[in-house]
């Protein structure tokens, strides 16, 4: 038993190995592409050797659009996709093949080039033969389809503007003697090419900022092309309506453990569930990023239960793994299985019992608190259960005209809907004026049995200042009568930096990043919401991204930004993206 895992190590160590290399070899091709695209002489020796007496190891071609087409294929083969595997395995084989039966001629054989270009080909494809098992990822079903609609579709747009830019822009004297058919595959053999022989086309001559433009134009259709057929797929089923009966009975025994816990309910998530059912993680595929949010659901000791199979499920399908406003307590344990940990911020907790408007270090907020009051402003407070159907299609209503853009921002903080049937457990704040109108509303979700967090802030423009804060320190005050105990308020991004980068003696590096964070604030509210929570002393509570290489925090920054809602993506209209929402609506 002990010899057979000791082989096995050693068998999945040098698979591994050999998908590294196979991976760098890339790469390296990858630069000696572009290399060849800046240094005018080597890409001119490159050519005339594939042209002439001399081939050159596999994918080494020459020019930009070699070196992005052999960049892609570093990245996908780095993601370990088996569709990249297959294409590479193939072409690399056919390549061998082909340079095998060159060498059977003497005057091939005598340049020994040809003799390294082939040696570095075989090694390619020994590579990726041993390194078969550790290209694993799938793709998308539709992605072969999708990536023949792409190329048959682009290359049709693409050579008719390409036909266009040469009509207005031939120069050739004798320009009368081509057609439209002419110029049509002049630049339909630019597009495949890269290059045409002018030769054959004696009445046009077009400008070399045309022809550059087709070459960009035949770049950006592969590049197409080459994402359609490597694309990871989309999304697994979002939450079931069984799904969703199984989350709520573990926040209903484990709730108290997350403020975050509420927040997994969102439909557009999916589950995956421990062996014992005990535990689940939650998460969101964007932009092939598996990015969960918050902590585990359910018993601590069940999570491991549930991080090793949507790890499993992340490598599966290529995509990235990724936790956004993990607690500490989950980032240990995430910890254990390959997440590394970067802070994000801190999470304001207020303890109702503790809260107190007395002191001299909340005067500003008494003295904002008390001017809101003589002004007649007062605050009702309810569970969303008790409110009455023609009431709660107002109180909609009025939130929906005063949301501040079209798009509603949230992910890992935020319920995403308002109003529903099954959420009759949250509370809401309606505060009205002095006459009774309506100015502002406040949505918090049920954290455990006695607490809550904050799901969502809407008021009048017009209304006055300090409504927010006015409602928040209602809420705290009346606590007790509605047996509340500790409150969740907004997340802080970056905190301690404000904190400390303010400090007497803070160091050069960290004033300079706050002046930085600053200066951001201004389009995102970043000290904004820092300073909106301190006032009223909350305790802060660390709130970590985790993740398992840095390479990847790009993408993953990238996927956050529009799981909240501060990126849109191109791609198919919002009313099919939502099509699954509105089945469990």
Request: glycine share 8%; proline share 4%.
């Amino acid at each position: 038993m002990g010899d057979a895992r000791i082989v096995a190590d050693r068998e999945r160590g040098a698979a591994q190995r050999a998908a590294s290399f196979a991976v760098w070899y890339l790469r390296v091709v990858t630069f000696l592409n572009f290399l060849s695209a800046v240094w005018v002489s080597f890409g001119q020796d490159l050519r005339r050797h594939n042209t002439e007496n001399y081939f050159t190891p596999y994918l080494l071609t020459a020019g930009f659009a070699s070196g992005v087409f052999t960049m892609f294929l570093a990245i996908t083969m780095r993601r370990r996709k088996r569709a990249a595997w297959i294409l590479n395995l193939v072409l690399s084989g056919l390549f061998l093949l082909l340079f095998a039966f060159a060498l059977a001629f003497p005057e091939i054989r005598r340049y020994p080039q040809n003799w390294i270009s082939c040696i570095l080909t075989a090694a390619f494809v020994a590579s990726l033969v041993v390194g078969r098992r550790e290209f694993y990822a799938k793709g998308d079903r539709s992605n072969p389809k999708l990536a023949a609609a792409v190329a048959i579709g682009g290359l049709l747009v693409t050579s008719l503007l390409a036909a266009f830019l040469v009509t207005v822009t031939n120069q050739a004297h004798d320009a009368h003697r081509s057609t439209f058919l002419d110029r049509w595959r002049y630049g339909v053999l630019r597009l495949v090419s890269v290059a045409a022989d002018d030769s054959r086309f004696p009445g046009i001559t077009t400008p070399n900022w045309v022809n550059v433009t087709i070459n960009v134009l035949s770049t950006l259709l592969i590049l197409a092309v080459f994402y359609a057929a490597f694309r990871s797929r989309r999304a697994v089923d979002p939450l079931t309506e069984d799904d969703e009966r199984r989350l709520r009975a573990l926040l209903d025994r484990y709730g108290d453990r997350d403020s975050l816990g509420y927040f997994a309910l969102r439909r557009e998530k999916s589950a995956v569930w421990s062996p014992t059912g005990k535990a689940a993680v939650v998460y969101r595929v964007l932009g092939g990023v598996s990015l969960a949010s918050g902590d585990p659901i359910g018993d601590l000791e069940a999570w491991p239960g549930a991080i090793e199979p949507w790890l499993a499920e992340a490598r599966e399908h290529g995509w990235i793994p990724a936790v956004m406003g993990a607690s500490e307590e989950a980032g240990t344990v995430y910890a254990r299985h390959g997440l590394d940990a970067l802070e994000l911020g801190d999470e304001a907790i207020v303890e109702t019992a503790e809260f107190t408007l007395d002191g001299r270090a909340m005067r500003t907020v008494r003295q904002a608190y008390n001017r809101v009051k003589r002004a007649g402003y007062e605050v009702r407070i309810r569970r969303h259960q008790d409110i009455p159907a023609d009431e709660m299609a107002y109180l909609l209503k009025r939130a929906d005209d005063w949301r501040d853009g079209a798009t509603e921002r949230g992910f890992s903080m935020a319920l995403g809907r308002l109003g529903h049937p099954d959420d009759g457990q949250c509370m809401m704040l309606e505060c009205t004026d002095g006459d009774g109108e309506l100015r502002a509303v406040l949505s918090f979700v049920p954290w455990g049995p006695h607490g809550l967090s904050l799901d969502l802030m809407r008021r009048d423009r017009d209304s006055e200042n300090g409504l927010m804060e006015f409602m928040v320190i209602e809420l705290l005050n009346r606590a007790q009568e509605i047996q509340i105990t500790q409150v969740s308020l907004n997340f802080a991004m970056f905190r301690s930096v404000f904190e400390r980068g303010a400090r007497l003696g803070a160091g050069p590096v960290l004033r300079l990043w706050r002046s930085l964070l600053s200066f951001f604030s201004r389009w995102w509210q970043i000290e904004s919401l820092y300073r909106a929570n301190a006032k009223y002393r909350p305790i802060w509570e660390p709130r970590f991204l985790l993740f398992e290489k840095s390479a990847d925090l790009l993408r993953i920054g990238v996927a956050s930004a529009r799981a909240e809602g501060f990126l849109e993506a191109p791609g198919l209209p919002k009313w099919l993206h939502r099509k699954h929402l509105e089945s469990h609506g």
